[in-house]
Nanobody
């Protein structure tokens, strides 16, 4: 399984921007689609964004489309999530995950990081 480590989460104010990173240990990183999910207190984990193995295509949840951007660097074995115009409703633990398939379904993702906390104050 791919080992994933997220970083970049912190406390920010509404309207601020943030970039999350997820570093993978596996040299097969470039063969996986990569996704970001988030989980707010008392809620289920939800899909945020996914990017194809090549980085050529991406899908977003409607709640973040136009504000968040997923990207990847297959040389650095890292996937990023750029978060712009943050809102208090974006407060959650953000997880990256890997999948053999380009999918928004949480069940298709097999390896997960430990998560990074993003807190947006009003």
């Amino acid at each position: 399984q791919v080992q994933l480590v997220e970083s970049g989460g912190r406390l920010v104010q509404a309207g601020d921007s943030l970039r999350l990173s997820c570093a993978a240990s596996d040299r097969t990183f470039s063969t996986y689609a990569m996704g970001w999910f988030r989980q707010a207190p008392g809620k289920e984990r939800e899909f945020v964004a996914v990017i194809t193995s090549s980085g050529g295509n991406a899908l977003y949840a409607s709640s973040v489309k136009g504000r968040f951007t997923i990207s990847r660097d297959n040389i650095k074995n890292t996937v990023y999530l750029q978060l712009n115009d943050l809102k208090p409703g974006d407060t959650a633990v953000y997880y990256c995950a890997s999948s053999r398939y380009y999918s928004a379904s949480i069940t298709q993702f097999g390896s997960w990081g430990q998560g990074t906390q993003v807190t947006v104050s009003s």
